[in-house]
Every structure is written in structure tokens, then in C-alpha cells.
């Protein structure tokens, strides 16, 4: 062997040592990844010609950009950004009556109120029939102009928002009135068509929920029921006064028959038409309102009607 060679050895061997020192071992049988044929010659090695030397690889560039002590690479794949995360619930600055392409709307009750029927809501897109649940199910609030929002959760309304600008007046059937004790619906025996009836047992009461339009002063007419003295009715309006109002029909003590009569307030302790307010006219803003009526004389009581014309008398 001349020098060369024997120079060569001695690198060899060094070299070899360091691989056996720091490379990654191989199980016995042959490298993750190779497969034998059936004389057991190894298809993805590659042969060593001489088994006596070490055989020295250069590393593949097409695999990652690890080191040589096999160590995995950190730069193999680029990192996965993400958007934002998406969002199914709440929230909007649009209004809740209104269609848009984003999720949620301007007020969580009824945000909360409608993605509980439909999820799509608050996932997609407020679209029509989102609307709809909201304005129909969900007591949405169909801001005025003029109405500002501070901050979230309050609003301020600047004049006139909300106001009447128009005459209205409408009816409600007993059948629209909500019963409980002793109060029950049933038909006059007079032509007086649906009534609300007592059958002087239970107690109880009968409720209106008239949706108000507008922000104005309302006037209550009911049929009353006149039986000569047993005329009147204990009242409340939105749960007031306590204890309640009497709403006399009549304070003529004759009559047996249903009329018109404007609603109004007697307190229990004051005499026969001595009133605390005649008309008794709330002023009320745009929304549900509760009217109740209780049994104190009159045992029936025909249908509503309310307007904002103070000069209005039913016929």
C-alpha cells in the first residue's frame, strides 16, 4: 500500500467514527423505509462494494435540511397561519330589523332570543328571516330616527322620535284578552257577540297586551257592562295603581245593557263618581302594555278600544 492510500485509511476510519459516535442507529433488518425482495437483497440501499471500508453518503437535498446528527429540521414545513376565529354567536352593530350580510345584530337579548331558533343567524348572515323571528318572536326594538346609542345597552332619543305623527285607533276581542280564575270567555246573551264573563267563582282577572305604535296619550273605552248598580270593575294599567283602580261603567245606577265608556279612575275610598282621573289616559310609549280588569260589581265586560283622539267616541 503506498502512502496515499495508507493516508486514506486513516481518514477513513476517523470518518468513521464519527458517523458510528453521532449518527442516527438503524434497526436490524434494514432502514424505515427499505424493503427486501424475495432473495433478501435490500431495493432502496445502496451496496457497499467493498465491505472492509466504511461508505461515506451525501445527504439528499430533497430531504428536509436536518444536521448530521439527525436531529429533525424545524425548517422543513412553513409554519400554518390562521384567520380570525370564526364567530357563531352575538353581536352587531347593525340593526336587528333590518337584513345585512353579517352575523348578529345591535341587541343581544334578541340576538340571543332568535339564534336559539335559528343558528344561522349568528353563524352566516342576518338575513330576512332573521328579521322576521326577531320582529315577530323576539321583541326586537325598531329604533326610531333620532334615537342615538350611547354605549352598549342604553339608547337616548332625541325629539320626536317615536312620537305619533298620525290619528290611530283600534279594537280588541275578548278573545284576545288572556283569563285566569274565574274569568273565561264566552257570548252574549244580549247580541253583544264575544265577552269576557265572570262566573263568581275563583277571583281572577282578564288581561289586555295592545301593542302601542307610538309614544302619545291613549284613551281606553270599553263596553261596560250596566246591570242597574253592579256596574264597575277594579283596573290596572301596567300593574298600577295598587291597590287598584275602580273603573265605574256607570254611575247613573240604570241601564241593563253594554256601552261605551271612556276608562277611568276612582280611588276605593272616594264616593260614587268622584274620580281621581276622568278620562284615566296613559301616556305611553311604543310598545306592550297591560290593561287587567278584576271583578268588583259588573260581571262581564264586552271589547276595547284604544286611540289617541281625544276627541274620539265610539258608537
Known amino acids: 500500500m503506498t502512502l496515499r492510500d495508507r493516508s486514506w485509511s486513516v481518514v477513513s476510519t476517523t470518518t468513521f467514527g464519527l458517523l458510528v459516535a453521532c449518527g442516527p442507529s438503524a434497526p436490524i433488518g434494514g432502514t424505515e423505509g427499505d424493503s427486501e425482495d424475495s432473495t433478501g437483497t435490500s431495493t432502496g440501499a445502496t451496496t457497499n462494494p467493498d465491505p472492509t471500508r466504511p461508505m461515506t453518503t451525501t445527504p439528499d437535498p430533497s430531504v428536509g435540511t436536518g444536521d448530521v446528527t439527525g436531529e429533525p429540521s424545524t425548517t422543513d414545513t412553513p409554519p400554518i397561519t390562521t384567520g380570525p376565529e370564526d364567530t357563531t354567536t352575538g353581536g352587531g352593530s347593525d340593526s336587528c330589523c333590518e337584513a345585512h350580510g353579517t352575523p348578529g345584530c345591535n341587541e343581544d337579548a334578541v340576538v340571543e332570543c332568535v339564534c336559539a331558533q335559528e343558528a344561522f343567524c349568528c353563524a352566516f ?3 330576512q328571516n332573521c328579521v322576521d323571528i326577531a320582529m315577530g318572536d323576539c ?15 342604553t339608547t337616548t332619543t332625541g325629539e320626536p322620535a317615536g312620537a305619533c305623527d298620525e290619528i290611530i285607533t283600534f279594537e280588541m276581542q275578548p278573545s284576545e284578552a288572556t283569563y285566569d280564575g274565574g274569568w273565561m270567555l264566552g257570548m252574549s246573551m244580549l247580541g253583544e257577540g264575544e265577552i269576557a264573563q265572570y262566573n263568581q267563582f275563583g277571583g281572577g282577572s282578564f288581561m289586555y297586551e295592545p301593542d302601542i305604535p307610538c309614544d302619545d296619550t291613549w284613551y281606553i273605552w270599553a263596553r261596560a257592562r250596566d246591570n242597574g248598580s253592579e256596574d264597575s270593575y277594579f283596573a290596572t294599567l301596567d300593574g298600577e295603581p295598587m291597590p287598584e283602580a275602580i273603573f ?4 247613573t245606577n240604570g241601564g241593563d245593557d253594554y256601552h261605551w265608556t271612556v276608562l277611568n279612575w276612582r280611588d276605593q275610598m272616594a264616593m260614587a263618581c268622584d274620580y281621581v282621573a276622568n278620562p284615566w289616559a296613559p301616556d305611553w310609549t311604543t310598545g306592550v302594555h297591560q290593561i287587567v280588569f278584576s271583578y268588583r260589581e259588573a260581571l262581564a265586560m264586552g271589547r276595547i278600544l284604544i286611540t289617541n283622539d281625544e276627541t274620539y267616541v265610539p258608537m
Open 248 to 251: 265605574e261603567g256607570d254611575c
Open 139 to 153: 321583541m326586537a326594538t325598531c329604533e326610531d330616527p333620532g334615537t342615538t346609542t350611547d354605549e352598549p345597552g
Open 125 to 127: 348572515e342576518w338575513d
